[in-house]
């Protein structure tokens, strides 16, 4: 401990800090950051492995051709998924909201069951049962091209289409029964291009008619500039807004007030008198 506490005031010590912090920060980013998407070709062999796949896991609830399997009350144990497309197999499965474990008002997210390579079959095999929206591209994703002027551009956009559900900050909000809009934050910028494309569950589709690419990638940008945001003072009381702050002030605030009020009537020149 001594040592290090002298070696502390090193001239180079500050130096030193500073490279090992650039080392880390950099080795945790290339390990965890999203791995660009290749366009890699599919073949009939990832259709055939996908199907393959998905009498397995998939099936029971959406048929062996994935054409639905209607319930005797008149709904679905799972909805056709003949057009929805790769990018709606991509979301759900990469998520891990699919396999759906039981049924509930929403399908919650979940470990992911699937390896990279088994969501692309699984992906495969349904966008080949009819067109739907494809796996987005780097024109969704790639936000390091954002400029300061389209991220602002995307926090407009944010604001007047995703807000109402997902809160101003992105945190999520609860929904009529018992549904949820999630917490939107951490989700990697291909899954949120793939919900703005098909809209899981009550979310609105947003094609590419009402949100350019180009848009969905400020969008993007604008919600992961949130996530990085260091925050400007204060407490955050986790974004909840101004409940938190209400509470903050009532409890720490007031009580506080009317606790140094009892100290002084404990304390005053009066009660010292007597
Ligand atoms: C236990 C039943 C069940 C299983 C197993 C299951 N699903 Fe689902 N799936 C559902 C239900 C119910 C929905 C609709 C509810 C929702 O979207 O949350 C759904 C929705 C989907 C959707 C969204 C469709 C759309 O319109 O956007 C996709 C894609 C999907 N499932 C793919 C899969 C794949 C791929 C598998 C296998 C890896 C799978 N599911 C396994 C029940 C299931
Ligand atoms: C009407 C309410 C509503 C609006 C408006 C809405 N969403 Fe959603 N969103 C939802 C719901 C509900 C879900 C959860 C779906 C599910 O779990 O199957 C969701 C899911 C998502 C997810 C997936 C999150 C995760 O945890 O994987 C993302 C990303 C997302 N929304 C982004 C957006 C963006 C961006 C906008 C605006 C362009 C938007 N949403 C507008 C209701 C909404």
């Avoid at 796996?135 to 604001?159: H, L, M, N, Q, V």
Wanted: glycine fraction near 14%; hydrophobic fraction near 40%.
């Amino acid at each position: 401990m001594r040592k290090l506490s002298t070696r502390r005031r090193h001239p180079l010590a500050g130096l030193v800090v500073l490279l090992t912090g650039l080392v880390v920060a950099g080795g945790l980013y290339a390990a965890f950051a999203p791995k660009p998407a290749t366009a890699e070709a599919i073949t009939s062999r990832d259709v055939e492995a996908g199907r393959q796949l998905f009498v397995i896991g998939c099936a029971s609830c959406h048929g062996v051709n994935a054409e639905g399997i209607p319930t005797t009350r008149g709904n679905v144990y799972g909805p056709s998924l003949v057009g929805v497309g790769a990018a709606a197999v991509d979301f759900q499965v990469g998520t891990g909201r699919m396999p759906m474990a039981q049924t509930a008002p929403q399908a919650p997210k979940k470990e992911v069951e699937y390896n990279p390579e088994e969501v692309r079959q699984l992906a495969a095999f349904v966008a080949s049962l009819a067109p739907g929206p494809a796996i987005p591209g780097d024109e969704y994703t790639d936000i390091d091209k954002a400029s300061i002027a389209d991220i602002r551009e995307g926090g407009e956009i944010f604001r007047t289409n995703c807000t109402a559900c997902h809160n101003s900050v992105g945190a999520g909000g609860a929904m009529p029964g018992g549904k949820y809009a999630p917490d939107i934050r951490d989700v990697t910028p291909v899954h949120l291009a793939e919900a703005m494309i098909t809209g899981p569950q009550q979310m609105p589709v947003f094609s590419d008619e009402v949100i350019t690419p180009e848009d969905k990638r400020n969008v993007i940008a604008y919600v992961k500039k949130l996530n990085s945001d260091p925050g400007y003072g204060g407490i955050g009381g986790g974004s909840l807004g101004p409940v938190v702050d209400g509470m903050f002030t009532w409890i720490i605030g007031i009580g506080g007030l009317a606790g140094f009020a009892i100290w002084i009537g404990a304390h005053g020149a009066r009660v010292k008198k007597r």
